[in-house]
Antibody, heavy 120, light 108 residues
């Protein structure tokens, strides 16, 4: 059974960098699929942040691209998200998920999500 | 303002059939597969329908998806109380995944 678990600080100060990691178990990232990040502001809908392949190939949401970096560590079977220059608008539950392929919107396994609050 | 348009709410009584619409454009729904997600309160979204009308293993056949042109819909038949949740459609659009704004389904 594929499982994903997000981890990272729950509170980040404005203008700083948000950093999260997604640990994958039950499946080797090196075996394939893309791996992605999605966020959901409190009481609002879903927003796709970006995806990465085990080779390091990435796709980012153009609206966030200037601030986002997604990386992968196949030796630890995990991938990470960095979002720089955060503001209150970046407060959200952040989910990691397995993506069914390139250029598709299918996300078949999700982490439980982690709430990140941006506040001083 | 979401790229894909869904009604904010829908409702039905137990046993009824309910449909949720998702409207897009030629760059997303019109040229790519549609996916549907169910999000129960306080939980992560769950893949409900993939490639327009396919159900992952374990999803009851009460749930069905369809697509025509630049629109898609999710149908739930034999409505049950546990179907009360938020439902989201999604599709690839040029260079990113786009979601609908979500539809809150209430079982009366």
């Amino acid at each position: 059974q594929v499982q994903l678990q997000e981890s990272g600080p729950g509170l980040v100060k404005p203008s700083e960098t948000l950093s999260l990691t997604c640990a994958v178990s039950g499946y080797s990232i090196s075996s394939g699929y893309y791996w992605g990040w999605i966020r959901q502001p409190p009481g609002k809908g879903l927003e796709w942040i970006g995806s990465i392949y085990h080779s390091g190939s990435t796709y980012y949401n153009p609206s966030l691209k200037s601030r986002v970096t997604i990386s992968v560590d196949t030796s630890k079977n995990q991938f990470s998200l960095k979002l720089s220059s955060v503001t209150a608008a970046d407060t959200a539950v952040y989910y990691c998920a397995r993506v069914l392929g390139i250029a598709v919107a299918g996300l078949d396994y999700w982490g439980q999500g982690t709430l990140v609050t941006v506040s001083s | 303002q979401s790229v894909l348009t869904q009604p904010p709410s829908a409702s039905g009584t137990p046993g009824q059939r309910v449909t949720i619409s998702c409207s897009g454009s030629s760059s997303n729904i019109g040229s790519n597969y549609v996916y549907w997600y169910q999000q129960l309160p306080g939980t992560a979204p769950k893949l409900l329908i993939y490639r327009n009308n396919q159900r992952p293993s374990g999803v009851p056949d009460r749930f069905s998806g369809s697509k025509s042109g630049t629109s898609a819909s999710l149908a739930i038949s034999g409505l049950r109380s546990e179907d009360e949740a938020d439902y989201y459609c999604a599709a690839w659009d040029d260079s990113l995944v786009v979601f609908g704004g979500g539809t809150k389904l209430t079982v009366l």
